[in-house]
């Protein structure tokens, strides 16, 4: 669905405002009547409440109730901090077959809350400057290593290349991933993506009503996929890693799955100790619960190695599962990840795998084996980390030169793709990411980040490999003025609210 | 896991054989011991059940019952016609984790089936010749198209063919698919192979418990899908394709999904009529059950147009949900196929597939619609068919040399890239498969396709594109040295139960 970034004017209608009549029914059904009339389309940004309710002269809770309505009833979405969107279609174009009502009980599990699109919507937009999702310097990407490694295969191996690969992923690709991890090929299995890896772990191990423990603040297509599963979030807060705290949660809770990343942490930037890394496999030893290692930042350290992954601590024990892609360190375009596990449970994912989408593409894997193998992916990563530390430069100064450090806090990460920021005054993270999106700025809410609703509404998170170190700073810019708006706009509001006090 | 085609030897051990000793539960015992030791490795193909019982001197019974026992606990798995493999790792290199009690009930409801990995595994494996999974003549693909549109996208668009995709796929490509089929692009979804698009349907339409009506004989990848989705199988016999019997199915079952392959239908080669397909229209909208036309053969036709699609003959009415692929003309490494469905239906797979693989990568979709934009793919597939049409004459005379009329009966395909088998005399195509395998060539068993068991024992389906000429006439030749061996034993059997009575 295309998103309208303008909001539409809802047009005139008259409301019966006597006795007995219940005003937000009313609206709901008017703007119901304008969407499947074709008036309001999919897509179009609808008024704020507040707009609404000034507009129609009606109080903001009757506009809130219409919208949650028309939420409740698949016709509208909100997103947090962008707006109420307009997500049907007119009845009329799908009449008289009605679509809504063939939709699985399962499908309808998660609409509304947050998800990757929200993060990701704008990366290929040339119009904005998204700080939103991570993406790695795509400029570095090495196109003739990978046109000419891609020639190789399809001369070389045209049915390996283009024909079907196994479910497992290509073995030479996986021999590769294995040496790297001091694992066996055979407890490898390729992915499509880091996501397929999580999407795969979670069907594997998790039954509706099942417990995860989870990073809080922790990754949104982590939350949004095993919410989907229908499974019981629980968040173990990152930053404090308190593992007494985690032990709680274990007896409380009985998880079938602890869901961790332990290093550059998405969002917080947060890297377990060693000690910390340690006791965390001695809990998920302890208590039986299986540790999915979620990992995708490794090979973008920048000051020197990171600390050793969950998996090879655990060599003896065999209690994680570990997940990485090189969709931070080359391209998400790709599709490209791995997981390592106990070789019974990778039989058991590519079987699952095998049942979704058969088996992922064995030309990039080859090309990437090839890279392996050559040196190519190594001497890469070099230039990277160089380009992404220049980034990273740009961002600190260009944050620290426009905001102060009594209005916001950041990290200075040590690796990843992103900045973790705190607001610390009145301003909260919506409306300053409204008053950027309207300067074509994009961020992620750190509302996304929680499993619980309500939490870090003030803390945002940064991209600082994306973006060209001159559009780091313009963007920066720009948010610097979205805050000043916001603040007044902030202040304005508590004026007010006195005024009617 | 890698199969072994020869089989293992059973080191020798002894039974208790006195009264009260129950013997299937020693052997199975004695089997689980060699493999938690290590003497049988995950993929070693066991002993034929007859072979150990003559081996040990046991009744086939005993060691019937013993496999049973033995794939109940997850040790074996026995591939009908291939025979009974290890799957099961010692539980000594996983212990003292015990992975397999972690595994989510709904992961292990399907264990034991066919699999489409059953079909494709030997495609790439050059020392076998694999009549088995369907593939086109590769040795056509354009590889230097290829190689010039993708260098093209990767210079021009380098953000949109190696950055993050929408999740629901390029807007270009799905302008050229909608294109095709008079289609807006907004019906459009972009998937990683048809299988994905036959994954995300039944996650957008099923929940566990629901009927679906699907061909009978049909594809094996959506039996395999359907029942892991929990939902309940119903076939329709689509070689009768009797309009009022699939009425009589609607009605008892009230299913909440058909799925039909009606042109150049996997495996037997049908394609329904105008009318026929005008009636399974009317039934799915009179009825209100959604219709999946899975549609990856249209492109292989090789006696001019195929039939229009359900889903242009159903342009008012909008009850079908429409699935292609390039995966049987050009490459199924390239991982790329689509959906047509109403919008509303497009947005909730697009969230679907979001939660499971984020997207799919937009290289390839790039260089796709390249070749849909300036005519490669057409000029392709006149080149395709004609290759395809040498390799069906060289199977069809082969066939018509090495097999009499009166024990093999073969339908001559219009289009597709199979030919569909009865056997009709004594022998069943699991022991023709087994002596074909002794032989390294491979076909695809009958049983596979059919949703109930024990049916389709004496068919099977050839591909006869995937092979070169040459090595379809060797092939076959000694598919027909297999079935007279399978011919002689099978007369021998009958003998020797003459003889017991």
Redesign the interface.
């Given at each position: 669905?295309a998103f309208n970034l303008n909001t539409v004017t809802i047009p005139e209608f008259s409301l019966n405002r006597g006795k007995g009549s219940v005003l937000y029914v009313q609206l709901a059904k008017e703007l119901e009547n304008f969407i499947a009339s074709g008036t309001l389309k999919?897509g179009d940004r609808l008024p704020s409440e507040r707009e609404l309710a000034k507009q129609l002269g009606l109080s903001r809770t009757t506009v809130v109730n219409s919208y949650q309505e028309l939420e409740s009833r698949g016709f509208v979405r909100s997103h947090v901090g962008r707006g109420t969107f307009v997500?049907?279609?007119s009845e009329s174009?799908?009449a008289?077959?009605?679509?809504?009502g063939?939709?699985?009980?399962?499908?309808e599990l998660?609409?509304g809350s947050w998800?990757?699109?929200d993060l990701?919507?704008d990366?290929?937009n040339?119009d904005v400057i998204s700080f939103s999702?991570l993406?790695p310097a795509?400029?570095c990407?090495p196109?003739d290593d990978?046109?000419r490694a891609?020639?190789k295969v399809?001369?070389s191996q045209?049915?390996?290349?283009?024909?079907?690969?196994?479910?497992?992923g290509e073995w030479r690709f996986r021999t590769q991933i294995a040496r790297r991890f001091g694992a066996k090929p055979e407890q490898v299995l390729i992915v499509?993506?880091a996501?397929?890896g999580l999407?795969l772990i979670g069907?594997?191990?998790?039954?509706p009503g099942?417990a995860v423990i989870i990073d809080r603040p922790g990754y949104v297509?982590a939350i949004?996929?095993f919410r989907?599963a229908g499974a019981r979030l629980i968040g173990w807060d990152i930053v404090r890693a308190d593992l007494n705290e985690l032990e709680d949660l274990i007896l409380r809770y009985r998880p079938?799955l602890i869901w961790t990343n332990p290093t550059f942490q998405n969002p917080t930037g947060r890297s377990l100790s060693l000690k910390e890394r340690q006791e965390l496999l001695e809990l998920s030893?302890r208590y039986?619960v299986?540790l999915a290692e979620d990992d995708p930042y490794r090979d973008t350290s920048l000051r020197g190695a990171a600390p050793p992954t969950l998996f090879q601590l655990d060599a003896a024990?065999?209690?994680v599962i570990y997940i990485g892609t090189f969709s931070k360190t080359l391209?998400?375009?790709?599709?490209l990840g791995w997981v390592l596990a106990?070789?019974?449970?990778v039989?058991?994912l590519a079987?699952?795998k095998?049942?979704?989408?058969?088996?992922?593409?064995?030309?990039?894997q080859l090309v990437l084996a090839e890279f392996l193998e050559n040196g190519t992916y190594e001497d890469y990563l070099t230039r990277l980390k160089e380009e992404h530390s220049k980034r990273l430069n740009v961002m600190i100064r260009s944050l620290r030169q426009y905001f102060s450090a009594a209005s916001l806090a950041i990290n200075s990460p040590a690796g990843g793709l992103h900045v973790w920021c705190h607001l610390s005054g009145e301003v909260e993270t919506r409306q300053l990411a409204r008053h950027a999106l309207s300067r074509r700025v994009v961020l992620a809410n750190g509302e996304m980040f929680y499993p619980d609703n309500g939490a870090g509404v003030r803390e945002f998170r940064l991209c600082f490999t994306s973006m060209s170190a001159v559009k780091i700073e313009e963007g920066l810019k720009s948010l610097s003025d979205a805050f000043i708006a916001a603040k007044s706009e902030s202040s304005g509001l508590k004026r007010s609210r006195v005024s009617i006090v």
């Open positions: 669905m999919s997500c049907a279609n174009t799908d008289p077959f009605a679509w809504r063939k939709v699985s009980a399962t499908a998660i609409n998800t990757v699109g990701i919507r990366s290929s040339p999702g993406l795509l400029s990407f196109t990978y046109r891609m020639d399809i001369r045209p049915a390996h290349g283009l024909g079907v690969a196994p479910s497992e499509s993506g996501q397929e999407d069907r594997c191990l998790l039954d099942d297509g949004q996929n989907a079938k030893y039986r299986p024990n065999n209690t391209a998400p375009g790709l599709r106990s070789e019974y449970i039989e058991q079987s699952i095998e049942r979704q989408v058969l088996f992922t593409g064995g030309l990039n």
